[in-house]
């Protein structure tokens, strides 16, 4: 089977998921945006993405970083807004920092002629993910990316997948590969519409996030530098 694609999940994968103080990450937001009542503005947003993921897990449906402002009773434009969503991703930063086997494992992919991509669930808007790809040197190697905030559905809804499929021109499912960290999400999600998928237990996924089934990858490797070999060899297998 020739590999046309690899499509990545990023948070949790290519970045892997820690453990962090959400609500520390809202309260950096809430400070910078009113300090006088940062405790209740903190504690509002981050019931609201809490809510947020609940549906995503439950239904599918997408929702986005203004969605969750506004419904905090926040307008997310002008000038105070720019300065506590800044405080608030400078919070991120030492959170974001992609894996360091990613550089060379997408530069082996992209040397070997396959194609890369990525497909995140995620509150955040595209340009937060490109700079973070951009500080670590991979927004180049990426060929498209869909992130949930840009579409009607998270992950494992089938379409979220076709969308992927198409941001790195359209390749036959069966010659796709999904690379991700979650059983439900990633390998169940990518294997409904016909991928191969490669697991990547390299991140503590919280029991309540775990999915009401798990899909059984094609793979697993505990390491990304080793999705490399894992990909190339799959490619020097004659299809039956």
Do not use: C
């Amino acid at each position: 089977m020739t590999v046309d694609a690899v499509i990545f999940d990023w948070g949790g994968t290519l970045t892997p998921w820690h453990d962090l103080d959400l609500l520390g990450s809202w309260r950096a937001y809430a400070e910078a945006y009113d300090r006088a009542r940062a405790d209740d503005l903190a504690a509002t947003l981050l019931a609201g993405e809490e809510a947020a993921w609940t549906r995503a897990r439950e239904e599918q449906a997408s929702g986005t970083l203004d969605d969750l402002f506004r419904g905090a009773g926040v307008e997310p434009t002008g000038p105070r807004h720019a300065e506590a969503l800044a405080a608030y991703l400078q919070f991120w930063e030492p959170h974001t920092l992609v894996d360091p086997d990613v550089p060379e494992m997408l530069a082996g992919l992209r040397a070997a002629g396959v194609g890369v991509g990525v497909l995140s669930n995620t509150l955040w808007p595209r340009s937060h993910h490109e700079a973070v790809f951009r500080r670590d040197g991979i927004l180049d190697l990426i060929d498209g990316a869909v992130y949930s905030s840009e579409i009607a559905w998270t992950k494992p809804h089938p379409n979220a997948f076709r969308a992927a499929l198409e941001a790195v021109g359209g390749p036959d499912p069966g010659r796709t590969v999904f690379v991700g960290d979650r059983l439900w999400d990633d390998v169940h999600g990518a294997q409904h519409v016909g991928m191969r998928t490669i697991h990547v237990p390299h991140s503590r996924i919280p029991a309540h996030q775990h999915g009401p089934v798990t899909g059984h990858p094609d793979a697993t490797v505990q390491r990304l530098a080793d999705v490399l070999p894992v990909v190339l060899g799959w490619g020097d297998t004659p299809t039956m």
